[in-house]
């Protein structure tokens, strides 16, 4: 994981949205403490969900993970589904994510190319800083941002009434108020908005066809914009 590598805090970043196992707590506190030196803000953030995951058994680490990403969703860690879902460039863009995934030489494992485990771990095998930055800047941060929305107590509230109502489902007290990942997601976040900077809607006018804007409703956040780079771009017959 190498965090002495340019930009290896975010590989170790990544090991907080994998499936949990039983050397969770190394791999957080590992992050964690890059965090206390170069990310302090992001520390704070981190620190209940450290506190958690080290005073929490396993299993039920396991099952807030698969309720809060899978079963049941709070959001979703494949970033193209975030940003597009179900709309055909959402196609496109797992189609370049894999190409950029495999020219880093990036393995993504079983799970798609534009997984946030995967984009985080493929950071520091970039040798492009524009391509990072723009990656990072015009895609994942406007992508947090909507992840992030979906923890709010309005949505939280409805959320729980809806599956109490459809399926009398078993609400555990972590759903009842803030899911411990979003503290996760938010340090990320942090880290990301010191290293780099987001492009938004209002201050961002690309030339040309630009698929994520295209995409975009138009209540959504006024950062959910990206340009037209090799990453997203529009096959044309």
Known sequence: MGSARPYGQY??????FRYPGVDLNDRVTAL???????YPE??????????????????????V??????VQAICYLDIGFVIFGEDYKRGEF???MK???????????????????NMLTLLP???????RAELVGRVLMPALRRMLAEFSPEKSRLRTNMLRRKHNALIMPEEQHMNVYHHALLALFQMF???????ALETYRPNGHDPLRAAAPASDCGTCTISHSPLIKTTTS
């Open 94 to 96: 797992l189609v370049n």
């Open 11 to 16: 590989a170790l970043a990544a090991e907080l």
């Open 65 to 70: 993970f698969s309720r809060t990403f899978h």
């Open 42 to 63: 992001a520390a704070e953030t981190l620190s209940p969900f450290v506190e958690w995951v080290a005073t929490t058994p396993a299993h039920r680490v396991e099952e």
């Open 32 to 38: 964690y403490d890059v965090l206390g030196t170069r």
């Open 125 to 131: 095998l970039l040798k492009d800083d524009a391509f």
């Open 99 to 117: 190409q950029e995934q495999s020219l880093a030489g990036n393995d993504c494992g079983e799970e798609l190319p534009d997984n946030l485990v």
């Open 193 to 199: 908005a010191q290293d780099f900077e987001e492009v």
